[in-house]
């Protein structure tokens, strides 16, 4: 079975890739709001059409991407060897007994147990581009969440709406938005049945409850699987 010290190395790189995704992601809001501070109206309004039309905030999506396959794989890699190393565990005792041994790979109940609960887990890495926001406030307090690429459009009108309100406002907005994106942080949302609003959790602590919820429903499944077999090999 793998030990936590090793588990929590594992997951480290999930945390580190999203973690280091939300920092790119929210540096790049703090460099689109620099770009508009001491402009003009009318250079602030040209400025805004070309950023909402430029490639950053496309490049943000296209990495969002890229984090979601490479998890995936990276998930699928993850649990294949936590059943693997269940099962070598049982086969200490299996041995013991002069039982025969067990082996994921020739195990299509393994692996089921396994492809099951990455197809739960993988949800969270699921069309990212589309399933991810950020919080911000409106003019009375009210919260509410808008897509990555929505946000982008939303900071860019807020920076032209500060920009022909003076300097003064300007600088005043724009250090509330930029804290509003820092205590927010990149969410991954979740859509709920019934009707219900969705929530959101932080991206990266997202993952990482994910990936742990995932390891311990294997963990469960490939013991629950080996008790069965050594009833039936008794």
Do not use: W
């Not at 300007?170 to 009707?195: H, P, R, W």
């Amino acid at each position: 079975m793998m030990n936590n010290e090793k588990l929590e190395l594992a997951i480290e790189r999930f945390y580190s890739r999203f973690e280091a995704l939300n920092s790119e992601i929210l540096q790049e809001f703090g460099k689109t709001i620099s770009k508009f501070e001491g402009l003009t109206l009318t250079e602030a309004h040209i400025l805004a059409q070309q950023m909402k039309n430029g490639r950053e905030i496309d490049k943000i999506m296209e990495n969002l991407e890229k984090a979601s396959q490479l998890s995936r794989k990276d998930l699928e890699e993850l649990l294949e060897i936590v059943a693997e190393e269940n099962i070598e565990f049982a086969n200490v005792y299996y041995e013991s007994k002069r039982m025969d041994k067990v082996s994921y790979k020739d195990s299509k109940q393994f692996q089921n147990i396994v492809k099951s609960v990455e197809k739960t887990t993988q949800e969270v890495f699921t069309n990212l581009s589309s399933t991810t926001a950020i919080k911000l406030l409106k003019d009375n307090g009210e919260s509410y969440l808008k897509g990555i690429r929505e946000a982008y459009e939303d900071v860019i009108d807020r920076c032209v709406l500060a920009v022909a309100t003076g300097q003064i406002n300007y600088q005043k907005a724009m250090y509330d938005t930029i804290k509003q994106l820092a205590n927010s942080g990149v969410k991954k949302v979740y859509y709920e049945n019934e009707g219900k609003k969705p929530y959101a959790r932080r991206l990266d602590s997202s993952v990482r409850q994910n990936i742990l919820e995932g390891v311990r429903q294997v963990n469960i499944g490939v013991q629950e699987q080996v008790g069965k077999s050594s009833v039936l090999m008794a």
